[in-house]
């Protein structure tokens, strides 16, 4: 005890400069936004790496399970392919045949790959860090994907890594409908089970039933329309407002992320200025 009180008075002056050094950066980064942006950049950037050197340890355990996810992924894209197969001429390649098919997604539409380096879903406001940032193309807002379905959308971007806004987020939501109608409401999560999220404002005319598939409507510019979210695992409907509120079991193990796909939508700066344009003529 008595060694400690002799370090403090013999460094006191250059431990009191450190402490108000200490403070002044706070302020600083508090009161300026371009001094804020650049240490979130930077805590990115450190976190990043800590979360990279750490996540190459688990992903050689996991080596097995993303073996079996893209198998499960090629089965999917091969049966997609059979059933358009189904519907062109025999003398179509496949590739032309789903250039044709998917033409306006695809122009519309393209994917990155990404690598999850950290993911929190014991909170109630959950995060991932992957790994691809500005370099990559990624921008804040872009939504995020597995083979699966939806993860999430991007929140905070550096330039080599990113952190996504998890669908096991309070402030999450997005549109969603039923697979087989244009029936949609919001979908958002309470904070609980990390397996069950909420869809709610569904109108009371649709046809649900507890089984039915629940997928992105594409009323957003963040995700096409069509990826899955998950399935209805019980519904009621609120009496009050004539809405279904209905518990959807998710398609993605939120728990087990490894390999995810950013959405870069080509026309998303398009869109904004046309709705930009209409919110000022009014």
Do not use: C
């Amino acid at each position: 005890m008595q060694q400690i009180i002799n370090f403090l008075i013999r460094y006191k002056n250059a431990l009191l400069f450190l402490f108000l050094l200490l403070i002044s950066l706070v302020f600083t980064v508090q009161s300026h936004s371009y001094h804020r942006s650049k240490f979130i950049n930077s805590a990115n950037f450190l976190s990043g790496g800590v979360y990279e050197s750490v996540g190459g340890v688990q992903d050689y355990f996991k080596l097995k399970t993303y073996n079996e996810q893209l198998l499960e992924e090629n089965a999917r894209l091969r049966e997609r392919i059979q059933r358009a197969k189904t519907t062109v001429p025999s003398s179509e390649d496949s590739l032309s045949m789903l250039s044709n098919i998917y033409k306006d997604s695809i122009s519309q539409f393209e994917f990155i790959p990404a690598k999850v380096i950290n993911n929190s879903y014991a909170k109630v406001d959950n995060f991932l860090t992957i790994k691809g940032g500005r370099r990559e193309g990624i921008q804040k807002d872009m939504g995020v994907i597995t083979s699966k379905g939806i993860v999430g959308v991007i929140d905070k971007v550096s330039g080599k890594y990113s952190t996504v806004l998890s669908v096991l987020n309070t402030n999450f939501t997005t549109n969603a409908q039923l697979q087989d109608t244009d029936h949609y409401g919001q979908l958002q999560w309470d904070g609980r089970n990390p397996n069950l999220a909420q869809l709610i404002d569904m109108q009371q005319q649709a046809p649900v039933a507890v089984g039915d598939t629940i997928e992105t409507s594409g009323r957003s510019a963040i995700f096409p329309k069509g990826i899955p979210i998950g399935t209805v695992q019980d519904f009621k409907l609120d009496q009050s407002k004539n809405f279904f509120l209905i518990t959807v079991k998710l398609i993605n193990d939120m728990t087990n992320l490894g390999h995810v796909y950013v959405i870069e939508n080509n026309d998303l700066e398009e869109i904004k200025a046309i709705e930009a344009a209409s919110i000022n003529e009014q």
